[in-house]
């Protein structure tokens, strides 16, 4: 199957510190990246739709200034969590849809902690 | 309504069984099928991609999709302890939105 890169797998940092976390189609082209926040024992929760090239499109409750989220290639996307707090600490995952496709592949996940 | 319905359990089977994992749908729209794993703490892996109706098997799994029932299942013949995670099934309609709708996830336990 194809490969989704995400990075850093875990930060920890203080609050109101900003935290960039990447996704990367390793070997394909994903036009459409979808970005998800997962508490503990819970399914997904889909935070924003990114494609490339414009903006994102932002699910009803999640804050696009806070969560900012950039598409600028065929293979890469990255999410921002802006003057992270304490409430920002969860699971992020991003996935990628094969291009031309209707496949969905996820990247290994982020664990945020905001002390 | 939830467009996607799936026993969160958690599900608990002796190893060497055979587990049945299913979802329920309502919209109708949905043509593509797809069944995750995921373990703790990692991102959900795909197992299974189905489009419209039919079985399909891949080793140890087979997926169905009754779209008449709107129902979809996924077995495990063998079961494994390695094969303890949480399964979540996708779907999506295609429409040129690229949504794609999760399930809540089931737990598994396969017991040594």
């Known amino acids: 199957g194809a490969v989704v890169s995400q990075h850093p797998s875990r930060v920890i940092c203080k609050s109101g510190t900003s935290v960039k976390i990447e996704c990367r189609s390793l070997?394909?082209?994903?036009?459409?990246m979808f970005w998800y926040r997962q508490f503990p024992k819970q399914s997904l929760m889909l935070m924003a739709t990114?494609?490339?090239?414009?903006?994102?499109?932002?699910e009803q409750g999640v804050e696009k200034d806070k969560f900012l989220i950039n598409h600028a290639s065929l293979t890469l996307s990255t999410l921002t969590v802006t003057s992270a707090h304490p409430e920002d600490s969860s699971f992020y995952i991003c996935?990628?849809?094969?291009?031309?496709?209707?496949?969905?592949?996820f990247g290994s996940g982020t664990q945020l902690s905001v002390l | 309504q939830k467009e996607v319905e799936q026993d969160p359990g958690p599900l608990s089977v002796p190893e060497g069984a055979i587990v049945s994992l299913n979802c329920t749908y309502s919209n109708s729209a949905f043509q593509y099928f797809m069944w995750y794993r995921q373990y703790s703490r990692k991102g959900p892996e795909l197992l299974m991609y189905?489009?419209?109706?039919g079985n399909k098997e891949d080793g140890r799994f087979t997926a169905q999709v009754d779209k008449s029932s709107k129902y979809i299942s996924l077995f495990i013949r063998d079961s494994q302890p390695s094969d303890s995670a949480t399964y979540l099934c996708?779907?999506?309609?295609?429409?040129?939105?690229?949504?794609?709708?999760f399930g809540t996830g089931t737990r598994l336990k396969v017991l040594a």
């Open positions: 996935s990628a849809r094969v291009q031309g496709g209707e496949k969905l592949f």
């Open positions: 070997d394909f082209q994903a036009t459409t």
């Open positions: 996708a779907m999506s309609a295609a429409s040129g939105t690229y949504k794609y709708i």
């Open positions: 990114s494609n490339e090239g414009s903006k994102a499109t932002y």
């Open positions: 189905t489009y419209s109706s």
